[in-house]
């Protein structure tokens, strides 16, 4: 089992910047996929944005050009970095990871994190 930590998410005006973490408890890149997923109020958790362990990334089209999924594999960490952001942005954000081949993408996750709060409003 991988411990995921989210770094405090906050609260940001539109059309500013936050950038989030994710620490895994080991070094976890080579053997699984990664995401982003987030749930606003009254609806369902959604994939947002992933990386497989080729490094390929993936964009829901709501995020596609705005937010950005990278890692440091040196430090055991995913990034989600969100630019333009927008009130509809305010969700629960979380990270997920999941045992998959290298092509695969995450398809629900295995290991969670237990969310962090992002805002958007003036």
């Known amino acids: 089992q991988v411990q995921l930590v989210e770094s405090w998410g906050g609260l940001v005006q539109p059309g500013g910047s936050l950038r989030l973490s994710c620490a895994a408890s080991?070094?976890?890149?080579?053997?699984?996929?990664l995401g982003w997923y987030r749930q606003s109020p009254g609806k369902q958790r959604e994939l947002i944005a992933d990386?497989?362990?080729?490094?390929?990334?993936n964009y829901a089209d709501s995020v596609k050009g705005r937010f950005t999924i990278s890692e440091d594999n040196a430090k055991n960490t995913v990034f989600l970095q969100m630019n333009s952001l927008k009130p509809k942005d305010t969700a629960i954000y979380y990270c997920?990871?999941?045992?998959?081949?290298?092509?695969?993408?995450?398809?629900?996750?295995?290991?969670w994190g237990r969310g962090t709060q992002g805002t958007v409003a003036s």
């Open positions: 080991g070094s976890i890149f080579s053997d699984y996929a």
């Open positions: 997920a990871a999941e045992r998959r081949c290298p092509g695969e993408r995450i398809s629900g996750g295995d290991d």
């Open positions: 990386i497989t362990i080729h490094g390929s990334t």
